[in-house]
Nanobody, 131 residues
Framework: QVQVVESGGGSVQDGGSLKLSCSAS??????????GTWYRQVPGKERESVSG???????TYADSVKGRFTVSQDHAKKTLSLQMNSLKPEDTAMYYC???????????????????????WGQGSLVTVFS
């Protein structure tokens, strides 16, 4: 069972920076490509998409975070990250990652077998920006 663990949330002053990471616990006998989306949600409001990245590294951003947030991926570490700079109080929210992985077994009797892991969600990271 593949799990996704988020890290990096916290509290920061207006204008500060935080980096969120999202790592998938895929076994080391598999090499993977990871893609995904970062979402955020404030109580009483709908969840919104913040940023996404595909397996080729193409990125998308919500207008509200363009120029301040940067999404990245590390296929070898099976990790998605979100660097958040120039944070504002309105960025305060619970942030969630959703990832997908395309993997291939390397070595051993099952070498070459392919796996896809879809719609894997992190547990959420609270980001609080205070003025």
């Amino acid at each position: 069972q593949v799990q996704v663990v988020e890290s990096g949330g916290g509290s920061v002053q207006d204008g500060g920076s935080l980096k969120l990471s999202c790592s998938a616990s895929v076994s080391e006998d598999k090499v993977c490509k990871i893609d995904g989306t970062w979402y955020r949600q404030v109580p009483g409001k709908e969840r919104e998409s913040v940023s996404g990245i595909d397996t080729d590294g193409r990125t998308t951003y919500a207008d509200s975070v363009k120029g301040r947030f940067t999404v990245s991926q590390d296929h070898a570490k099976k990790t998605l990250s979100l660097q958040m700079n120039s944070l504002k109080p309105e960025d305060t929210a619970m942030y969630y990652c959703k990832v997908e992985l395309e993997c291939r077994v390397v070595g051993g009797p099952f070498s070459g077998e392919r796996y896809r892991y879809l719609d894997l969600w992190g547990q959420g990271s609270l980001v609080t920006v205070f003025s």
